[in-house]
């Protein structure tokens, strides 16, 4: 067993790391790494942390912020790549790590390889597929492109449609390679489907994304999923103008169809208005001409069918013999019809006598005469009916009405709206009232208020109300 060596100098962990740290970085300083990348995370605050493989070791890597945006690449598990960077530590997690200074794919192979694993994924999903392609309008109103603004693409492009057939072109400016343009190109493929047809400004009817020509890494942006997915989703028919025409990109595979060069892709777009003059001129000549041919073979049946036709006279004449003895027979037939009907006349007026209409008159008379009697035993029973009833209900209200109780010496008392009092207690003094009897009526006013009788008393009796010029005296 090692004894322990107790002259060793006692070191805090920070000391060692930094010791460590400063080892490493002295005796490798920058390094050159060939690995295939591993789990990529791009972080929030735009720093870029991967793994390094090969087939026994794996070593951590950081893509700093100010150095992300020149990786024209976009990083993903699988892809082989060659990293030139300073080698150091990361005290925090006791590891060591490359800080990148480049990197580049380890050939094209690589990209290759990656390309054509991303190109057999979409083409299972059935995206690459001829079904769905659509078929591209024959003179779109308005084309949209999507491309850079200032490269001598647009200019190619608006250059050949004024040559060709000049249309509205709505250009939607994006970047074309490295950080972020995959993202602005399928962002201007869904921002032109999402404009409406009537709006400002209008949606495209045809859309062209174009792209000059480079290297596989500067048209990468046009094989990644995002515009590939994109492109696919869109409903407006699309172009795909991605670098020369020996330059191949997944989106020359979804889109509707594929042209060589942008400048072609403006030729496929419009036909060539001088071409479309000259058909259209040479079609109404032959509409023309065609149209004379077939008046003169017209006019020339016509003639022909003429000529076959009898004359008027001879087709008429049958008709009129017709109609001659159609006329005779008629005159006849009139003058026959009408003795006819005189003789039956004469038949019926022998038959008819003074005699005979006497004696209908007659029994007309005595038939209306019986009908008469009958109406008038009838009313005089109706009228005896309602007559007795009549005295029935009279001497039924008699019985009934208050002008009996009057006669046997009672009195009807009304107030002045001439509803009656039944009771003392309705009558207050000074108020107006009014006295019915079998004979007259009689006006009169209250002098006191009621007062309850005694039992076994006499009835209190009223004091009559002194007259005050009119002469009438006490009513009891």
Do not use: C
């Not at 004379?292 to 004359?311: G, K, M, V």
């Amino acid at each position: 067993m090692n004894e322990p060596r107790l002259n060793l100098p006692e070191l805090t962990v920070s000391e060692l790391s930094m010791a460590l740290k400063r080892t490493i970085e002295d005796s490798y300083g920058y390094v050159r790494v060939r690995g295939e990348l591993g789990k990529v995370s791009y972080h929030g605050n735009g720093h870029v942390y991967f793994d390094l493989k090969d087939d026994r070791a794996s070593i951590a890597g950081v893509i700093w912020r100010t150095l992300a945006p020149r990786i024209k690449l976009k990083l993903e598990a699988g892809l082989e790549v060659v990293i030139t960077g300073k080698l150091t530590t990361y005290p925090g997690r006791s590891q060591y790590q490359i800080i990148v200074e480049t990197l580049e794919p380890a050939g094209l192979g690589a990209l290759m390889a990656l390309l054509e694993e991303r190109k057999q994924k979409l083409a299972v999903e059935g995206l690459f597929d001829e079904a769905r392609k659509q078929l591209l309008p024959f003179l779109p109103t308005v084309i949209g492109v999507v491309t850079s603004p200032t490269g001598a693409v647009i200019r190619d492009i608006l250059h050949r449609l004024a040559d060709r057939f000049p249309r509205h072109v709505l250009v939607w400016p994006v970047k074309v390679q490295g950080e972020g343009s995959a993202a602005e190109v399928a962002a201007a493929i869904e921002g032109f489907n999402a404009l409406t047809e009537l709006g400002t400004p209008p949606r495209p009817d045809l859309i062209i994304v174009a792209r000059g020509g480079g290297s596989l890494e500067d048209l990468w942006s046009f094989n990644e999923e995002i515009v590939v997915r994109a492109a696919a989703a869109s409903f407006i028919p699309l172009i795909s103008a991605v670098g020369h025409e020996t330059d191949v990109t997944l989106l020359d595979f979804v889109a509707d169809r594929r042209a060589p060069t942008p400048t072609a892709a403006a030729e496929m777009a419009v036909p060539v208005r001088a071409d479309l003059m000259v058909d259209i001129g040479s079609l109404a000549r032959r509409g023309l001409a065609s149209w004379r041919r077939n008046q003169d073979a017209r006019r020339s049946e016509l003639r022909s069918a003429a000529r076959a036709l009898p004359a008027a006279d001879a087709v008429l004449a049958l008709p009129r013999q017709r109609l001659d003895h159609a006329a005779t027979a008629l005159r006849r037939a009139l003058h026959a019809n009408a003795q006819i009907h005189r003789v039956g006349f004469s038949r019926i007026a022998g038959r008819l006598s003074a005699h005979l209409l006497r004696g209908t008159v007659e029994r007309r008379r005595e038939r209306l005469a019986g009908f008469a009697a009958r109406a008038e035993r009838a009313l005089r029973n109706f009228v005896t009916a309602r007559r007795a009833r009549a005295e029935r209900g009279g001497r039924l209200l008699a019985a009934y009405s208050y002008r009996g109780v009057l006669a046997r010496g009672f009195a009807l008392v009304r107030d002045a709206a001439g509803a009656p009092l039944r009771t003392a207690a309705a009558v207050s003094a000074g108020m107006a009232i009014d006295i019915e009897f079998a004979d007259g009526r009689v006006g009169a006013h209250a002098d006191g208020a009621a007062s309850a009788d005694k039992a076994g008393g006499d009835a209190a009796k009223p004091r009559g109300r002194r007259g005050s010029g009119s002469g009438q005296g006490d009513l009891f």
